[in-house]
């Protein structure tokens, strides 16, 4: 596994911190403070390349691969995790989604719009009474000669309400029927097809989280991604991936409050001497350095396998767990160490704070990636 950093991700890096100060950093504690959703940044970030990075050039992407998507998704979570958030869910939940099951015809039409940020998309699996356990949906989609109705609600889904194209888990079979779910990709403005109650969230307050709404929504078949009932197989395929993500902005997180503690440890001074000197104030750095690099190889891992079209499932739990639990144990420290300066606005910990808890929740809980290492390891 090689993981070192390339030139091109550095390019990348400094691009992204370039554009940040300009396009982000000024506005970020407003759109937090109103949870304000700012879709023309998105516009701006696919003209850097990152609404499309694992699409290939061919549709209009960046074509890089998962160590650098890495890279990308940390970069903007060190300076604000909820862009951070709807960049990882565009790129990896629904754009993905397409790209890996759609046909060519779905892929000429969807990709290119996706890549270019011209369009935003949103992936619908979670209901209201089915997280952990989405596999047991109750929205359905009834066929009608050639075309499907959908009806039912989607719930907590990243860009609900702005995103252009959504793509939609529904039941086209009995429950309990492995092969009973179905993907569809439905388009905005489509009749019998919109947004619910945007949600007031405790973190990652600028990534648009609302319902999905289908009242007798009429789908043609052509909307069906990939085979007839091979909707949930698809959706766990697309988590492994997007487990990359999540962990991904865990670490961004993470290094964004170890540099923040850091540089307060060395300023602030107590007793006479710098925080930093006092070996309980070092002791929980060097703690946060070294779970940051744990986390860091074991995504990279999970990256390199992914990278290699081999089946991850395992290492990928494992890296989001361990990378969105870290998360928060690292985002936690580094309020301690700002004492009460960390529990204010005035300083950026505040915000990884309470953007790191949704890293262990979002794309599968940290309980249901022990259940997935669990059963992966004891069937080894
Ligand atoms: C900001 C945000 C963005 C999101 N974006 C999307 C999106 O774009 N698309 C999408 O489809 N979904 C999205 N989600 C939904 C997310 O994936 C779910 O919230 C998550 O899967 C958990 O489901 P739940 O909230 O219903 O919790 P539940 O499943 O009700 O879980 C509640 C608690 O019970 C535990 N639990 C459940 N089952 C078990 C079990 N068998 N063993 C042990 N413990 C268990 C859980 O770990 C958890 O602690 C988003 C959520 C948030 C908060």
């Known amino acids: 596994m090689n993981y070192e950093i390339t030139e091109t991700q550095q390019m990348i890096a400094a691009a992204i911190q370039d554009f940040a100060e300009q396009h982000i950093k000024p506005f970020m504690m407003e759109w937090d403070e109103t949870q304000f959703f700012p879709v023309d940044l998105f516009k701006k970030l696919g003209e850097l390349g990152l609404m499309g990075v694992l699409v290939p050039e061919e549709y209009g992407g960046s074509g890089l691969n998962y160590h650098d998507y890495i890279r990308i998704i940390e970069e903007i979570s060190k300076i604000d995790s909820s862009i951070g958030l709807s960049v990882a869910a565009h790129n990896s939940l629904c754009t993905n989604h397409i790209l890996e099951f759609a046909n060519e015809a779905q892929k000429q039409k969807y990709l290119p719009k996706l890549a270019s940020g011209e369009w935003i998309g949103a992936w619908g699996l979670t209901e209201h009474n089915t997280g952990s356990d989405a596999g047991n949906m109750s929205t359905t989609a009834k066929k009608d000669g050639d075309y499907y109705i959908l009806n039912g609600a989607k719930n907590f889904i990243t860009h609900a309400k702005s995103g252009h194209i959504s793509v939609v888990l529904a039941r086209t079979g009995a429950k309990g029927?492995?092969?009973?779910?179905?993907?569809?990709?439905?388009?905005?403005?489509?009749?019998?097809?919109?947004?619910?109650?945007?949600?007031?969230?405790?973190?990652?307050?600028?990534?648009?989280?609302?319902?999905?709404?289908?009242?007798?929504?009429?789908?043609?078949?052509?909307?069906?991604?990939?085979?007839?009932?091979?909707?949930?197989?698809?959706?766990?395929?697309?988590?492994?991936?997007?487990?990359?993500?999540?962990?991904?902005?865990?670490?961004?997180?993470?290094?964004?409050?170890?540099?923040?503690?850091?540089?307060?440890?060395?300023?602030?001074?107590?007793?006479?001497?710098?925080?930093?000197?006092?070996?309980?104030?070092?002791?929980?750095?060097?703690?946060?350095?070294?779970?940051?690099?744990?986390?860091?190889?074991?995504?990279?891992?999970?990256?390199?396998?992914?990278?290699?079209?081999?089946?991850?499932?395992?290492?990928?739990?494992?890296?989001?767990?361990?990378?969105?639990?870290?998360?928060?144990?690292?985002?936690?420290?580094a309020i301690q160490i700002h004492g009460g300066y960390g529990y204010t606005k005035d300083f950026p910990v505040e915000k990884f704070y309470r953007d790191a808890k949704l890293n262990t929740i979002g794309e599968g809980t940290t309980e249901i990636q022990k259940l997935v290492i669990a059963r992966e390891i004891l069937r080894d």
Not at 220 to 232: T, V, Y
Not at 255 to 279: M, N
Not at 290 to 303: G, Q, V
């Open 177 to 333: 029927d492995k092969k009973g779910i179905t993907a569809f990709v439905v388009e905005k403005g489509t009749p019998g097809f919109t947004s619910g109650k945007k949600e007031n969230k405790l973190g990652m307050r600028a990534s648009e989280t609302a319902e999905l709404v289908f009242d007798n929504c009429r789908i043609h078949k052509d909307q069906i991604l990939g085979e007839m009932g091979d909707g949930f197989v698809q959706a766990l395929k697309i988590l492994d991936g997007g487990r990359i993500s999540i962990g991904s902005l865990a670490l961004g997180i993470a290094k964004g409050s170890l540099e923040a503690s850091l540089k307060y440890a060395k300023e602030r001074e107590q007793f006479g001497k710098p925080i930093a000197s006092f070996q309980g104030i070092a002791f929980k750095l060097a703690d946060m350095a070294t779970e940051i690099e744990a986390a860091e190889l074991l995504l990279h891992k999970a990256a390199s396998l992914k990278n290699q079209g081999k089946r991850m499932t395992k290492i990928g739990a494992m890296a989001k767990m361990y990378a969105s639990e870290m998360g928060v144990r690292v985002a936690t420290e």
